[in-house]
């Protein structure tokens, strides 16, 4: 299954509650909370090019599924992890004590970070 395509935010669930815990300052998080979310992803077989467009925000990374590669994370931090795909439709990886998962269903992703039992998820769109 590819996941390759152009999709915009939808809606998100606990948005605030996640960002305040993983250390965003109220500023940063009162200015992403409404803004438009563009997600665009290329994808090559097992390599995959992931830029998610928050506003003036750009967060690009950049992996091979299965091999080590730096990942930025929401906070802008960048950590070394390595992204595993279960079955065909589910992207996995760790990156510190957040774990993301991106599962694509038809033309919808949706994508969940956990941290310890707080749960942020995101549910966007193929346009």
């Known amino acids: 299954m590819s996941f390759a ?4 935010l939808v809606h998100q669930e606990n948005f605030e509650t996640f960002m305040k815990a993983i250390g ?3 500023e940063l998080i009162q200015k992403g909370k409404d803004v438009k979310s563009v997600t665009e992803i290329e994808q090559n077989g097992k390599h995959f090019i992931v830029t998610v467009t928050t506003g003036s925000k750009v967060l690009r ?13 929401p906070t802008g ?9 279960e079955g065909d439709n589910k992207l ?6 957040i774990t993301s998962t991106t599962e694509l269903s038809g033309d919808t992703i949706t994508h969940v970070l956990t941290l310890k039992d707080l ?9």
Do not use: C, H, P, W
């Open 5 to 8: 395509g152009k999709y915009e």
């Open 24 to 26: 965003l300052s109220d």
């Open 61 to 73: 990374n950049e992996f091979t599924i299965g091999q080590e590669a730096e990942l930025e994370t």
């Open 77 to 85: 931090e960048k950590v070394k992890s390595v992204v595993n795909m």
């Open 92 to 97: 996995v990886v760790q990156l510190k004590a």
């Open 119 to 127: 749960v942020f998820k995101r549910v966007s769109k193929r346009v």
